[in-house]
């Protein structure tokens, strides 16, 4: 994995080797982890062309990992620059 912005990541799949974007949710008791589930049902039920298609989620013990396809992420001052 390799961190492109907060909380962002490129994955790669190890038995395809295609690159996918995750996004890496900590689990802690002061986490809005009801709003996230929200969000992932909203994602999961919605498809449109200009929302990035979530692939998979997975969780352990400590975190939540939302699955999207590959996407280049940017900071906004860097795009604005």
Do not use: G
């Not at 295609?18 to 498809?47: C, G, M, N």
Request: charge should be positive.
């Amino acid at each position: 994995m390799e961190q492109i912005i907060k909380d962002y990541y490129i994955v790669q799949h190890k038995k395809t080797k295609k690159y996918y974007t995750s996004y890496v949710h900590s689990i802690r008791a002061t986490s809005p982890v009801d709003i996230l589930h929200s969000e992932i049902q909203t994602l999961r039920s919605i498809k449109h062309p200009s929302l990035l298609d979530l692939k998979w989620v997975y969780d352990d013990n400590h975190y939540i990992y939302l699955i999207f396809e590959y996407f280049r992420c940017e900071k906004l001052l860097d795009l604005l620059n």
